[in-house]
């Protein structure tokens, strides 16, 4: 082929290009002869959604634990007891500060006071179910709570009152050594001299005058002879028990509805109040009957 039909043959693959090949516009920075660089758009990012936070559930309020939880016992059950109504610390065992708090709570609520949780007690306190329905059988509408004063449970039948001797001035010893050991500390188990429970306390004053009581408050309660409220006297023990006629407290009596005691956790020996007056049995320490 001659150079002209080279050149020609040339053009016209040129010509074939450029047709096929759309030629970018070059544009020129202004008030310059630079072309503007050729920008390349960012490419297009399709966000990943975020998952929504998940919805925090409340715990399911614990089972009734088919048992009447009472004072003396020791759960699981009554550790949940214990954190929901704000006792501390949540020991599990079931002493005179739940108990105490369990009264408050029924008294707030219109429920029968007598410290202790039953079925109606728990659920009220929980916000839980009163009784799991049978299968097939409709739950049990509940009863409203009335709106007048709680009734009193019966009260337990009374210990007999003997006729009896009492020591001769050996109440009256107790309460100076008694008083010495105001402001300790409670602590469930110990008998002094450092730190009391209840029935600790009674009895290590007791054993310093020759008279040796039993170790709970309702031991102490059955090996001692008894006398009405109206004539306790100094030194005698106070009584504190639940419906069921268990004694779970004990105090010394000082005179003029006053007592000397270790409360409870929290609490040290103190010279208090006798807490129910009217609901209290008295024990006379080394009396004899006639």
């Known amino acids: 082929m001659s150079v002209r039909g080279r050149v020609a043959a040339v053009t016209v693959l040129c010509a074939l290009a450029a047709a096929c090949t759309p030629i970018a516009t070059v544009q020129k920075l202004p008030g310059t002869g630079t072309p503007a660089p050729v920008v390349t758009p960012a490419p297009k990012v399709t966000p990943t959604p975020i998952p929504p936070k998940p919805t925090s559930t409340a715990a399911p ?3 009734y634990p088919g048992v009447m939880l009472a004072f003396g016992m020791t759960s ?10 704000g006792v501390s610390p949540a020991t599990g065992y079931f002493g005179a500060v739940t108990a105490a708090a369990v009264k408050t709570f029924q008294q707030a609520h219109g429920l029968v006071v007598d410290g202790q949780v ?5 659920a009220m306190i929980f916000g839980s179910t009163i009784v799991a329905p049978v299968s097939g059988t409709p739950a049990p509408t509940p009863t409203p709570a009335p709106t007048s004063s709680p009734t009193t449970p019966a009260k337990p039948a009374p210990p007999s009152y003997p006729a009896l001797t009492r020591p001769a001035g050996l109440g009256a010893s107790a309460l100076p050594l008694v008083a010495k050991y105001a402001g300790k500390p409670y602590l469930w188990g110990a008998a002094g001299p450092n730190a009391f ?14 008279v040796l009581l039993q170790r709970s408050a309702n031991d102490q309660f059955r090996t001692t002879l008894h006398v009405r409220y109206a004539d306790a006297q100094p030194g005698d023990l106070i009584f504190f028990y639940d419906t069921t006629g268990y004694v779970y407290h004990v105090g010394m009596y000082a005179g003029n509805g006053m007592m000397w005691d270790a409360p409870h956790t929290g609490a ?3 010279y208090e109040n006798v807490w129910y007056p009217d609901s209290v049995w008295v024990g006379v320490p080394g009396a004899k009957l006639k």
């Open 118 to 122: 039953g079925p109606l007690t728990w």
């Open 76 to 85: 699981a059950s009554v550790t949940f007891l214990q954190q929901k109504l």
């Open 268 to 270: 040290v020996v103190r």
């Open 61 to 63: 309020a614990p089972a």
């Open 197 to 210: 429970d209840c029935s600790g306390l009674t009895m290590y004053v007791y054993k310093q005058l020759g």
